[in-house]
C-alpha cells in the first residue's frame, strides 16, 4: 500500500479523534501545522498515526531516496570557556590536561590524511578557546582551499562566531562575509540546543542566545551560504518548548530558505553535569522525528545522526520522516561517544552505509554538502557482493 492510500485509511478510521483527523487532513492537503498543533501531537499522537504522516510527507519529498555523505571531522579543540550542563565533551580550561588544542599546521595535517580519499567535505566544530580566533580560523580556510579546493568547508557554529566576532570586533554580517572570503562554504547546525530562555538559561547559561543564533544564521544566509538547524531533545524541556524551538526555525525559513536539514539531537546522559536526567526512548526519539516532519514544512531534510542513536535506530528513523543520515565519519568525532553514545568508535564505510540504508528498503544516494547527487547507488552492486558464493562440493574420485 502507498503512502496516500496509508494516509486515507487513516482518515477514514471512524475511531480516529476530531483533532488528530483534522492534522491529518492539512498534511494531505500540504498545509501547515499550528504551534498548538505540534504540542497536542507530542502529547496525544501515538508512532503508528505519527509515522503514517511524517511518511507520507517525506515520500512526497523524496521518495525512497536516502541521502549521506562522505565526510570527516575535524574537532580543534575540546577546551572551552563555556559550560553547558549537557556538554560531555569540553575540558574546562582548568581540566586542560585532559584536552587537546590544535595548531593550523595540526589540522592540515589531519586535512592531508585525506588527500586520496573520495571526501567531498571537511566538518570542523568544537569547543571554544581564545587562541582559535578569526585569525586562526581564515588562515586555516584559506590553506584548506589552496591545498584541496574541491572540498567543501562546513564549520563552526554561532556559539565560535559569536565569541570570535565579539572579540575582533565585527558585525556578524562582516564577519560572516570575512570568513566567507577565507573559503568557509556552509554553516552545521550546532549550538541551538533549546532556545526557549526558560531552558537555555539551566542548560547552556552562558554561551550565544538564541537571537544571536539565529542572527548569525540569518547574515550567513543573507550572504548565500547554506546551513542546517538542530535541537538537543529529551532532558528538562517540556513539549511546548521543542514546538517553540522549530516555530522559531520554521519562521527564519520563512524568511531566508537558507536552511536545509533540522537536525534532532538526542540528550545522553553520560560524563555531563546532567548524568541524573534520564534519557527518552526509542519510541520516543522515532515520534520526535515524525513531528519535526510534520512541523517543519518548509525544512527539505530531516536528518538523523546514525552515529549518536545508533544504527538500528536510523533505520526506523527512515519511517519516521528521516531522510538523510549523514556521513562515513571514519571515527573522527569523539562529540558523540563521549556522551555515551552506542558507537564508541564511529566508522563506517560507504558499502556498509549503502546496506544499512537497502537493508530496509529504501534507495541509497550519496551526495554533496548541497544535496547535489554524486552517486545513486539504488542498483550499484560491490565487487565483493557479486562474488558468486560457491559452496565446496565433496570430491569424488
Ligand atoms: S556544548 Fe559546546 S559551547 Fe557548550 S561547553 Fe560543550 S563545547 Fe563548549
Known amino acids: 500500500m502507498d503512502t496516500t492510500a496509508k494516509l486515507t485509511l487513516l482518515l477514514n478510521d471512524p475511531d480516529l479523534p476530531e483533532a488528530l483527523k483534522a492534522i491529518a487532513e492539512k498534511v494531505l492537503n500540504k498545509e501547515r501545522i499550528t504551534f498548538e498543533e505540534g504540542v497536542y501531537l507530542y502529547q496525544h ?21 536516502t541521502f549521506f555523505n562522505r565526510n570527516f571531522h575535524i574537532e580543534p579543540t575540546n577546551v572551552c570557556v563555556y559550560d553547558c550542563k549537557f556538554c560531555s565533551y569540553s575540558r574546562l580550561i582548568k581540566q586542560r590536561e585532559e584536552g587537546w588544542e590544535m595548531s593550523v599546521d595540526g589540522m592540515m595535517d589531519i586535512l592531508k590524511k585525506y588527500d586520496q580519499e573520495p571526501v567531498t567535505e571537511v566538518h570542523v566544530t568544537g569547543g571554544v578557546v581564545p ?12 590553506r584548506t582551499k589552496a591545498h584541496r579546493p574541491d ?4 564549520a563552526l557554529t554561532p556559539v565560535e562566531y559569536y565569541y570570535i566576532f565579539k572579540k575582533a570586533k565585527l558585525s556578524h554580517y562582516e564577519g560572516m562575509k570575512y570568513l566567507k572570503e577565507a573559503g568557509l562554504d556552509s554553516m552545521p547546525g550546532g549550538g541551538a540546543e533549546i532556545f526557549h530562555p526558560e531552558v537555555r538559561e539551566k542548560i547552556a547559561h552562558d554561551k550565544c542566545t538564541a537571537e544571536q543564533w539565529l542572527d548569525i544564521h540569518e547574515q550567513a544566509h543573507k550572504l548565500g551560504m547554506r546551513s542546517n538547524a538542530t535541537m538537543l531533545y529529551g532532558h528538562i524541556e517540556e513539549f511546548w518548548h521543542r514546538v517553540d524551538h522549530m516555530e522559531r526555525l520554521r519562521q527564519l525559513q520563512d524568511k531566508t530558505g537558507g536552511f536545509q536539514a533540522f537536525i534532532p539531537l538526542k540528550f545522553r546522559n553520560q560524563n555531563n553535569q546532567m548524568d541524573h536526567v534520564p534519557e527518552v526512548s526509542v519510541i520516543e526519539d522515532l515520534r520526535n522525528y515524525a513531528i519535526a516532519r510534520i512541523y517543519m514544512d518548509n525544512f527539505d531534510h530531516i536528518k538523523a545522526y546514525w ?14 520522516g528521516v531522510d538523510d543520515i549523514d556521513g562515513t565519519l571514519d571515527d573522527t568525532t569523539k562529540i558523540y561517544s563521549m556522551a555515551g553514545a552506542e558507537e564508541q568508535t564511529p566508522a563506517m564505510s560507504t558499502q556498509e552505509l549503502v546496506q544499512l540504508i537497502k537493508q530496509v528498503g529504501r534507495a541509497p544516494i550519496e551526495r554533496d554538502t548541497l544535496y547535489n547527487v554524486v552517486t545513486d547507488y539504488t542498483d550499484v552492486v560491490f565487487e565483493q557482493e557479486a562474488k558468486p558464493q560457491y559452496y565446496k562440493l565433496p570430491v569424488i574420485n
Do not use: D, P, W
Not at 587562541?131 to 584559506?142: A, C, D, G, V
Not at 572540498?151 to 562546513?154: A, E, N, S, V
Not at 552515529?307 to 519516521?320: D, G, H, V
Open 45 to 65: 499522537a501515538e508512532l503508528g498515526y505519527l509515522g503514517v504522516l511524517a511518511n507520507y510527507i517525506r515520500e512526497e519529498k523524496h521518495g525512497y531516496k
Open 131 to 142: 587562541k582559535q580566533n578569526l585569525e586562526f580560523y581564515s588562515e586555516f580556510f584559506r
Open 307 to 320: 552515529a549518536m542513536i545508533s544504527r538500528q535506530t536510523a533505520q526506523l528513523s527512515l519511517n519516521f
Open 151 to 154: 572540498l567543501h568547508i562546513k
